[in-house]
């Protein structure tokens, strides 16, 4: 069956000779497990044709297999008190499960069987599209879901990274039972695919069922998958107006590329990088929040943090506010990045590590946190990093490494996304001059004609 092992104490980590990779963390302190499948595929991986088929995938995983109905495959987990549950992103799909410990390998059967031998009866399709098409319809209609698909287009433009993970209405409505087999024939394949398990255990035998399970995973034909590369960053200010409500709200985003070197040199960036979203926006005490916030008393939502991938990772400003507020929001904030990227203030280096330990420390006592950040690392650096050596890393990580992170951020135009009362493409350009001029030059002018 096996298979290169490398020890990574306590994590381990197997690939079978198809390629799929099997990681156990283990966690004996606990007494429940989580169990889950990672695919390394994501919308990034679609046209604009069939941009929404892995989110229906996600649903029609559940509605069915070989031997049991969608209602068998709800009871099986419900009998054994466990959840159930699954996920679409822009670069990776899973599904996962959590209950006791004792019950792991039955979970891992359950799993397996949704991510292997789903059927997608067409009967349940056409049910299921119509429940999509409604939630797709809820995430346009809401002003800071909107924001956020905003941003990835004006972070993307046109990319495939650039469109909604859920898809449009009109690709929902057409998809067939067809395009939903060829696309799992395309990206669910070994290569593609992470088996992996966090919780109290027992591991050998777990990994001896994963690897009898997921052995015969077709491969992908010749060459194999091409290792994923980032989409190129555009920085564009984009807008929608939602005339219905009374509030504005912002997303900033700013690229952080992972740097060229080894999984060490790269973790290192990605941990200062999230060092640096912590110390600027990450609590009460951060300077976005208390000059936003408790100051100029400019918004009651303010923060910033990492959106990060496997091959990608941006810097994200988050606010909301009213329009008479928005360019003096965005002049602070503005002014307080170019702060950051020339002096980093010991003290809020210190909060900031401390946020991101602990961060690390309570996902390393949940299970499902703890699969997802291992099968994250895997992705992302085809390694994973025991909890110690993170803290390790990122207590040695000094102010000159963030500060870093703010001037080579600072060094891209910045991609604007405004949603809400009177926002237009012209404020948005706007906001983005004011950002890329740290906060000066002439205000921003109320626009509220059309685009």
Not at 48 to 76: C, W, Y
Not at 191 to 200: H, I, L, M, Q, R
Not at 243 to 263: H, K, M, T
Not at 392 to 410: D, S
Request: some cysteine; charged content about 20%; hydrophobic content about 45%.
């Amino acid at each position: 069956m096996d298979l290169a092992l490398t020890e990574l104490t306590p994590i381990a980590l197997r690939t079978l000779a198809n390629g799929v990779r099997l990681l156990a963390v283990p966690m004996p302190h606990v007494q429940s497990v989580s169990v889950g499948v990672f695919l390394r595929v994501g919308s990034r991986d679609e046209t604009p044709v069939t941009n929404g088929v892995g989110h229906v995938l996600e649903h029609m995983a559940f509605k069915g297999t070989a031997t049991r109905s969608v209602q068998a495959i709800n009871l099986d987990a419900e009998r054994l008190g466990a959840d159930v549950n699954a996920f679409t992103s822009k670069d990776t799909t899973g599904y996962f499960m959590t209950g006791l410990g004792r019950h792991a390998e039955h979970l891992l059967r359950m799993t397996a069987d949704i991510v292997l031998n789903s059927t997608f009866p067409e009967d349940e399709l056409q049910r299921e599209l119509e429940v999509i098409r409604q939630e797709a319809i809820e995430y346009e209609e809401d002003p800071e879901d909107a924001s956020s698909e905003l941003l990835d287009r004006a972070v993307w433009g046109d990319d495939p990274m650039g469109m909604p993970v859920i898809g449009t209405v009109g690709n929902i409505e057409g998809f067939t039972r067809q395009e939903l087999v060829r696309h799992v024939q395309s990206h669910h394949v070994a290569e593609n695919t992470v088996v992996a398990a966090a919780g109290n255990f027992d591991v050998e035998a777990w990994l001896a069922l994963a690897g009898e399970l997921f052995r015969a995973m077709p491969s992908a034909p010749l060459p194999g998958p091409l290792p994923p590369k980032p989409a190129k960053y555009m920085g564009l200010a984009v807008a929608r107006r939602f005339p219905q409500v009374s509030q504005v709200f912002l997303n900033i985003a700013y690229p952080l590329s992972p740097v060229r070197g080894d999984e060490i040199s790269q973790q290192r960036w990605r941990l200062a990088a999230s060092l640096a979203a912590n110390l600027f926006g990450g609590g009460m005490s951060a300077p976005l929040v208390y000059r936003i916030r408790e100051q100029l008393g400019l918004a009651y939502t303010a923060h910033s943090t990492m959106d990060t991938g496997d091959v990608w990772a941006n810097f994200v400003i988050h606010a909301v506010t009213t329009p008479d507020k928005l360019d003096a929001l965005v002049s602070s904030t503005a002014g307080l990045l170019r702060e950051q990227a020339t002096n980093i203030d010991p003290v809020h280096l210190e909060r900031a590590k401390n946020q991101l330990i602990v961060s690390r420390v309570r996902a390393g006592e949940r299970t499902y946190a703890a699969m997802e950040q291992a099968v994250e690392e895997l992705f992302a650096s085809a390694t994973v990093t025991p909890i110690a050596g993170a803290i390790a890393v990122i207590e040695g990580i000094c102010a000159a490494e963030v500060q870093a992170v703010f001037e080579r951020m600072l060094a891209n135009p910045p991609a604007v996304a405004i949603a809400g009362k009177g926002a237009s493409a012209r404020t948005a350009r706007q906001l983005a001059a004011r950002l890329a001029a740290g906060g000066c030059g002439s205000a921003v002018v109320k626009d509220t004609s059309p685009d």
